[in-house]
């Protein structure tokens, strides 16, 4: 004892020290338990953890009848690896779900071994959390972290948020109240969007009648196989022949245990194949309409033209990711403890895909791509084409924007300017799920301005640029549908609202369109009385 005070004194290292778990005590429990809250327990293994271990932790979750969760410290499991199972049939016993850490690239979880050995014997009785980095956090004023927390529980099936502490106060409040804000901003909008503040809910486990997933597959091997004819047109003779011998393989694979690989292979050829299929009808529909003159047309006719064709495509295309969601819907997607393959492809195939496509459709020189020796022929042209500099322009805007779009996509992208996260949290607002900007600012409008192309008799360059972004449109709807993590609803709405997005900045478009040919025609009139 020194001054009345109880002191021990401990022979180990002082920064290990600082860092070594105590425990967790009775008494804090019930401490929380008094201010009515639900309370998520944290254990740490310890090396070679006993029963008498995981008997002590359990001995602390039934002094509480409010314990929502276990939240893992460290790198394993408490238990981990000897005496998991022994820690499994505990948590069974209370019906306590294990939290799993939503991953920093948003793919899977982060590494805690023994934490999906405890989930996939548990039923999968598991609860997503999301947590943001202090690092990451001090980079964010308050307002744009609470919406990061929103955004991440709507659209990824977060049921629980950790949230980190800012280190400094702003705003003028104290660091409290700074803390306390932007939690509270959080809750509050959750709760207008329709969820219930409490103990974490757990997924319920799906999966789906085989039979039901069987016809799913098979018609998702159609759709990849039409696809395929689209872009190599003289295998459409021996079609039917294809059909079954694909119909045949794949469910044969289904039947034989090869499931897993099957469907994120077939997932994978929907996604690449549907915006191919859809840009596909779009071309047919451009080639009949081709000879046609834009002093018949109008601008009036000419928006409602490209309104109609809009959501003619987006529908097609929301109906071919419907498959996705079909192949790849049970838990285990839901969860991502699989997930879908190949999303860096869906961005590139189908601009490939088109392409091919395209040069069979249009004669860049004269001609259409018929055969090799054809194809030979318009790869030497097309490195010698002649490209004036107005032209160029709107190419290498059209690229700018593209690369912009593309290069960003993914979890790990450029940073976002100002002027665009207060735009997305303008749609966040007023939509019930934010479309993506590829969609409604870049791929969307492209249909008008392709249109406009073509009744103008652009040169052919430009009119296939467009395609090209209205295919990355088409492919960021369908690509949606591969994060299983998002509820196919919002999943759905979202190509909806991007849509209705896309339509209003149509408008925007097509003002533009007209004042540019206006002042190109003024330009041109007196180029040649000059």
């Known amino acids: 004892h020194l001054n009345n005070e109880e002191l021990l004194e401990i022979n180990a290292n002082y920064e290990r020290f600082l860092n070594m778990p105590l425990g967790i005590f009775k008494t804090t429990v019930k401490k929380v338990e008094q201010t009515g809250l639900y309370i998520v327990l944290r254990p740490m293994n310890v090396p070679h953890a006993t029963r008498e271990d995981i008997d002590q932790f359990f001995s602390v979750v039934d002094s509480s009848g409010k314990i929502s969760a276990i939240l893992f410290q460290g790198k394993e499991a408490l238990g981990y690896p000897a005496q998991l199972e022994y820690l499994l049939g505990g948590l069974k016993e209370r019906h306590l779900p294990v939290v799993l850490i939503e991953a920093q690239n948003q793919l899977g979880f982060e590494r805690q071994d023994g ?34 927390f929103y955004v991440s529980t709507i659209e990824r099936n977060v049921r629980m948020n950790l949230f980190p502490s800012y280190k400094f106060a702003a705003n003028g409040e104290t660091l409290s109240e700074t803390n306390a804000r932007y939690i509270h901003d959080v809750t509050n909008r959750l709760e207008k969007h329709g969820f219930n503040i409490g103990k974490a809910s757990v997924m319920e486990p799906y999966f789906p009648s085989r039979i039901l997933r069987a016809a799913s597959i098979a018609g998702a091997a159609s759709l990849c196989v039409v696809a395929i004819l689209l872009i190599v047109p003289f295998l459409v003779k021996y079609a039917w022949p294809i059909e079954v011998i694909v119909f045949l393989f794949t469910q044969t694979l289904y039947w034989t245990g090869y499931e897993a690989i099957l469907r994120q292979a077939l997932a994978l050829g929907c996604a690449v194949g549907t915006p191919v299929i859809v840009m596909s009808l779009f071309m047919d529909y451009c080639v009949q ?8 047309i109008g601008w009036g006719h000419l928006f409602i033209e490209a309104v109609l064709l809009l959501w003619g495509c987006g529908i097609l295309s929301l109906i071919g990711a419907i498959y996705i969601s079909g192949i790849l819907s049970d838990i285990r997607f839901f969860l991502e403890m699989n997930i879908f393959r190949g999303v860096k492809l869906t961005f590139i195939l189908p601009l490939i895909c088109v392409s091919l496509i395209y040069i069979q459709r249009f004669p ?24 004036k500099l107005g032209v160029l322009a709107l190419i290498s805007l059209l690229g700018i924007i593209g690369f912009i779009f593309i290069g960003r996509s993914g979890n790990n992208g450029a940073p976002v300017p100002s002027f665009e996260i207060s735009l997305r949290r303008f749609l966040e607002d007023i939509m019930y799920a934010r479309p993506r900007e590829k969609e409604f600012l870049f791929g969307h409008p492209a249909i008008l301005a392709s249109l406009a192309a073509l009744y103008h008799r652009w040169p052919q360059i430009l009119h296939y640029f467009l395609v090209i972004a209205i295919t990355i449109g088409q492919g960021s709807m369908v690509e949606t549908f591969a994060h299983m993590r998002s509820p196919f609803i919002l999943s759905l709405i979202r190509g909806i609202d991007g849509l209705v997005a896309g339509t209003a900045v149509m408008i925007i478009v097509l003002a533009g369109l007209i004042i540019l040919t206006h002042i190109t025609e003024f330009f041109g009139e007196r180029y040649e009385k000059e």
Do not use: H, W
């Open 289 to 296: 309409k081709k000879q046609s003159a834009f002093k018949n």
């Open 364 to 387: 860049f020189f004269g001609k259409v791509v018929v055969t090799d020796k054809d194809f030979i022929g318009f790869v030497k042209k097309f490195c010698q084409i002649d490209i």
């Open 115 to 148: 934490t999906l050995t405890l989930s996939n014997k548990d039923g999968y009785n598991t609860v997503r959390l999301y947590a943001m980095s202090k690092d990451e956090l001090i980079k964010l004023d308050p307002k744009e972290a609470a919406s990061r």
